[in-house]
Each structure stands twice: as structure tokens, then as C-alpha cells.
């Protein structure tokens, strides 16, 4: 979940700027390029502009993460760190810009020559291909291709995980069965996709979809050739269209890319391709990792979730010109889950809302610096429709419980003595057992009794993301976050709120909300081609969504972020929830 903007105020402006100071460094020969790694480029270098901006090229980045991609296959990738890395190797129709803070989530040509031609009331998209786009073994990347990538989507039994938003557009009513299932000789069968020429790829929507191009931005929209797809094999070695290919590859273990001798810079505006190479390391010990980076070991973390508590209160201590305080757009809340008695009743939710001591939880996840502002509704601030909103007035009791209020939801929903329930937190996410332990000392105060049941953030989608093993371990409150897959209220809300997206595996749903006022002002935006109009019907969406109570939003998260000394280009990017750019990272060496 990916997954991914943050709001900063006059980023814009900010981009400009330092784009434009890229820009100049680049002619000027690059800056920094005869410095040695020492002295960090400085406190919030990374978040404010670029840190050490350079053209000069060689040497290898390194990563390391506490856990992996959750795969390889860009098809199957939903996690926004493996979205960010996937730039090395994959390539899509459509991509975002290569510029610092909000400037970044600007949709720009990659493989095409141009955004869609889009016709036929917003159901047709047209795109002609550039020349000299290569597979890794030299042969010519064509529209085939494209689709036959995009046609992997279908086929969730061979190859599960992924977002689904093309195949809802493209095929809501499921007809096509995905190219494995397919009895076309070509394997190409998908009639919302036509390839008249190897150049030329159309798609023809069968209603419109305001944010289809969005869609093809993300990994799921690669293409794949089908002579190489192993199909659940292919995510340990995908063949890439981009500047990097995989020399090995190590589930949970390494990874190792290497330079892509056939990928043409001239067909690419996008990817500089600096390191010769790029390695990443998965240790599942958290503090281990934060030592690790501040020795110079490596440059940067994987997964972006910010340093824990000792790791960073020495850096910055001791090493503050090596840290960024990342505002990203992720949200960190608390799913109800609403089919599950007694949060069958909404009375008993708003209880848990006005019981919580958000404040207490903002400090066991950081504090305003390390881990972000309060949050009275779940729409990141640079959504479109994104208001302060707080029907609970959590923020005029600055993040303070209201024990009347919780007991007098608990009267109205029959429990005045309160009841019982399971809180789920993943156990290698920093923060979140100790936060579910925060939580569960704010909800006893009113007789709420609770169990925090620590999970492995790996295990989530087939333990939080199953209804039925929620039901069997009673797990009521779900800690969780989640960021916008695109920088619209369907790219952030839709799948974590719409209940015609509630899945018996894999389920991000975990409210188990299915509400037709919802779902309908979900329909109706959808339809909007002006994003300042669907922004207003997102607006009504946010607002039912708090009215529910069925998720809890505890924080707008903010971390505390490494890079090393050795790191260049190194900025923030709305387009990957805050995370540093990888695809324009390079080295001192």
C-alpha cells in the first residue's frame, strides 16, 4: 500500500526553486560530486529541496529494510516502498515527475510519447509509443506488451495481490478470465484493450473513470513479455524494461540490481540511472537497522517508516545534518470493525473514539515531530476534499478523552459497563504495539477491557486482511495505516472504505463498512472530470465516513528519516507518500 502525497505549505514554489537549482548544478558540472562522504547535507535538506544535488554517476546505493517487497512481480506489488523501487526495473505508459515535494505527483509520459488523447467522453484513451523503449535483451517494447502486462491483473489465483482498480474499469462485469485462462492464440483476449500496431495501445472504458491515467502509473499498468512470464515465478526474477535488471534475488533476504546495458537514456526522460548498482538488505531488527545506517553501512531505509526511538534520538543528537522530518500522507488509525458485536451497534464505536487519548498516542508514536499532527478525519490535507472535520472534537479537546461522552454512547448502545474485545497491531511497524497498548489503557478508564494481539506485518493480509480470522480472533480495533495509491479521494479511500471492495483474502477493508450512501457518492465522483468538483463530492464522502465511526484516524504521520552522507538527489515526493525519489538517488563514492 504503496500506496502517498503529503501536504506542505508553498511546496510548489519550493519545487520550482530547487529543480531549478538541479538544474543549474547539473551544468555547473554537479555539485558536491568532489566531496567527500563526511558532513550530511543538513537537518531537513531532503524534505525542504534536494540534498546534494548531482549528475555524477557510479558507485552502488545501498538499502536496507526490515522487511521485503511484498513482491517483485510489478503486478502484484501494493506496498509503496516496493511502488518507489519498482522505477529501477519497470516502466508504465505514464509515470510521475522526477521533481521534489507536491510537484512530484505530475503524471509525464514515459514509455508513450504523450499523455492520452482521451475521446469519446473520457472512455477512450489513445497513446503511441517511443522509439527505442527495450526489453533487457535488447527487443523492442510494444503494445502487446503492454497489454499483456496489464492483462496479468486478471489472473489473482496464479498471481494474488496487486491493486484491482484496472480491472474494475476496464472489465467490472469480470468477463475476461486473465492470459492464462485465455483462448486467444495470442493470449490477448481483453476487448477493452486494442493494439492496432506495436506502437499504438487504446482503451476503451465502459464507463469513465476520471483517475484511469493515474491507474496506469502504477506498476500494475508494465508491461510484461510473454515469452519471459513464469508466471508466480516471475517476481523472483521480472524482466526489465528499465535501466536496472536483477542480478539475484533473495525473498526476505537481498537483492541485487544491476545496469540494464540495452536501456537507452534517449528513450528515457525520466530515470538518470546513476549507481552502477543498487543492493538491499533485510534485517527484521529494527534498532539493528538504525545503527547500521548511522555507521555509514548503508544510505538509506527501504521502507521509509521512519527510525525508532533510540535511533533517532541519537542522530539527532549527533548527527542531525543526516536527518529529514518527513511529513508523509499516510494516515494512522484505527479500523472498527463494524460487523463484529458490539461495534455492530455505532453507539459502542463513538464510544472507543471519545474514550481514546489520541494525545497519549501521538507521543508514544513520536510526538508532533516524529509522529505527526493529530488527525480529526481520515482525508490526507492534500486530497481534494480534505477539511478539519472532527465531529468528535478531538481537536478542541486537543487529543484528550471525553469519559462522559464514551459512557454515554456506552448507556445508548447497552453496555454501561462496558464489554470485551481484541486490538491487532503488527509487532515490525515502529510504534504500533506500544500505541494499541496506549489505546488500551484509555479504553479500560470506561470498562472497554481489551487484548493486544501482535501480529508480523508480513502475515497482515491473511490475518487482518481475512474477515473470517478477524471474527475468529475477535480482533475489533485493527491498528493500521494507509496512504493514497493516487492523489485522489477513490486513490486513498475507495479500497479501505467501499464495501464493493470488502474480499475474503487480501481485504483492506477492514471495517467491514458496505454503505450505499457511500458507495454512491464514490459512483458520482468518479464521473467527474473536474477535480475540484469530485474534490467536493470526496468532501461528502469524508464526512459520512467519520459520521459512521467505523475508522479511527490517530495521526497525519510524520518521521524522522536517515541519509547518509554518501546519498545525492535525495528530496521528498508526494508521489510516494513523502519517501525520497529512489529512481533519481545517487552516490558519492
Not at 206 to 233: C, I, W, Y
Not at 292 to 301: A, M, N, S, T, V
Amino acid at each position: 500500500m504503496t500506496p502517498q502525497r503529503s501536504s506542505r505549505p508553498g511546496r510548489i514554489a519550493v519545487a520550482a526553486l530547487v529543480v531549478a537549482a538541479l538544474t543549474a548544478t547539473a551544468a555547473c558540472g554537479g555539485g558536491g560530486d568532489d566531496d567527500k562522504a563526511g558532513k550530511g547535507a543538513g537537518f531537513n535538506a531532503g524534505a525542504t529541496g534536494i540534498a546534494n544535488p548531482s549528475t555524477k554517476a557510479g558507485g552502488t546505493l545501498k538499502f536496507i529494510g526490515k522487511q521485503d517487497l511484498d513482491s517483485a512481480d510489478p503486478q502484484r506489488q501494493y506496498y509503496g516502498m516496493a511502488w518507489d523501487f519498482s522505477r529501477f526495473y519497470s516502466r508504465q505508459l505514464v509515470t510521475y515527475a522526477t521533481k521534489p515535494g507536491a510537484a512530484g505527483a505530475e503524471l509525464v509520459p514515459d514509455l508513450a510519447q504523450e499523455k492520452a488523447a482521451i475521446t469519446n467522453g473520457g472512455k477512450t484513451y489513445t497513446y503511441k509509443l517511443r522509439d527505442g523503449i527495450t526489453w533487457e535483451d535488447g527487443s523492442p517494447i510494444t503494445s502487446k506488451d503492454i497489454k499483456y502486462g496489464i492483462e496479468r491483473v486478471w489472473a489473482a489465483d496464479v498471481l494474488p495481490g496487486g491493486p484491482q482498480y484496472l480491472r474494475q474499469v476496464l472489465d467490472p462485469t469480470g468477463a475476461y478470465k486473465g492470459p492464462y485462462k485465455d483462448t486467444t492464440p495470442d493470449k490477448l483476449g481483453l476487448k477493452a484493450i486494442l493494439t492496432p500496431d506495436d506502437k499504438t495501445i487504446v482503451f476503451n472504458l465502459p464507463k469513465a473513470n476520471g483517475d484511469f491515467e493515474q491507474m496506469l502509473a502504477m506498476p500494475a499498468g508494465s508491461p510484461v513479455k510473454k515469452e519471459k512470464d513464469t508466471g508466480a515465478k516471475y517476481q523472483l526474477k521480472p524482466f526489465s524494461s528499465g535501466p536496472y535488471k536483477f542480478e539475484k534475488y533473495e525473498p526476505k533476504k537481498s537483492i541485487s540490481l544491476i545496469r540494464n546495458d540495452k536501456w537507452k537514456k534517449a528513450s528515457d526522460p525520466i530515470r538518470p540511472a546513476l549507481p552502477d548498482k543498487i543492493t538491499v538488505t533485510i534485517n527484521s531488527n529494527i534498532e539493528a537497522i538504525d545503527e547500521l545506517l548511522i555507521k555509514g553501512e548503508y544510505d538509506l531505509d527501504l521502507n521509509a517508516t521512519g527510525m525508532g526511538q533510540a535511533g533517532r534520538t541519537k542522530a539527532l543528537k549527533e548527527h542531525k545534518e543526516n536527518v529529514d522530518n518527513m511529513q508523509t500522507s499516510f494516515v494512522r488509525y484505527v479500523d472498527i470493525v463494524s460487523t463484529l458485536a458490539p461495534f455492530d451497534n455505532v453507539e459502542c464505536r463513538k464510544a472507543v473514539i471519545y474514550a481514546t487519548d489520541f494525545a497519549s498516542i501521538q507521543q508514544v508514536r513520536g510526538g508532533p515531530q516524529a509522529g505527526g499532527d493529530i488527525a480529526p478525519n481520515m482525508l490526507p490535507k492534500d486530497v481534494k476534499g480534505s477539511d478539519d472535520y472532527d465531529p468528535y472534537g478531538v481537536l478542541a479537546r486537543k487529543g484528550k478523552p471525553d469519559a462522559a461522552k464514551a459512557k454515554a454512547a456506552l448507556k445508548a448502545c447497552n453496555k454501561p459497563n462496558g464489554f470485551s474485545t481484541n486490538i491487532s497491531a503488527r509487532s515490525n511497524n515502529p510504534g504500533e504495539v506500544q500505541a494499541a497498548e496506549a489505546l488500551q489503557q484509555s479504553l479500560a478508564a470506561v470498562g472497554i477491557k481489551t487484548q493486544v494481539d501482535p501480529i508480523d506485518g508480513a502475515e497482515s493480509s491473511s490475518i487482518t486482511g481475512s474477515p473470517a480470522v478477524v471474527k475468529q480472533r475477535n480482533l475489533g480495533l485493527i491498528m493500521t495505516g494507509w496512504g493514497p495509491d493516487f492523489p485522489t479521494g477513490q486513490g486513498f479511500s475507495q479500497p479501505i472504505i467501499d464495501g464493493r471492495f470488502i474480499a475474503d483474502n487480501a481485504n483492506y477493508n477492514m471495517s467491514m463498512t458496505n454503505d450505499p450512501k457511500i458507495n454512491k457518492l464514490f459512483d458520482q465522483a468518479l464521473l467527474e472530470t473536474d477535480p475540484n468538483k469530485a474534490g467536493e463530492i470526496y468532501k461528502q464522502m469524508n464526512h459520512a465516513v467519520s459520521d459512521l465511526a467505523v475508522q479511527m484516524p490517530l495521526v497525519y504521520e510524520k518521521n524522522i528519516t536517515w541519509r547518509s552522507s554518501r546519498l545525492t538527489n535525495a528530496y521528498s515526493t508526494a508521489a510516494y507518500s513523502g519517501r525520497y525519489d529512489y529512481v533519481t538517488l545517487g552516490v558519492v563514492k
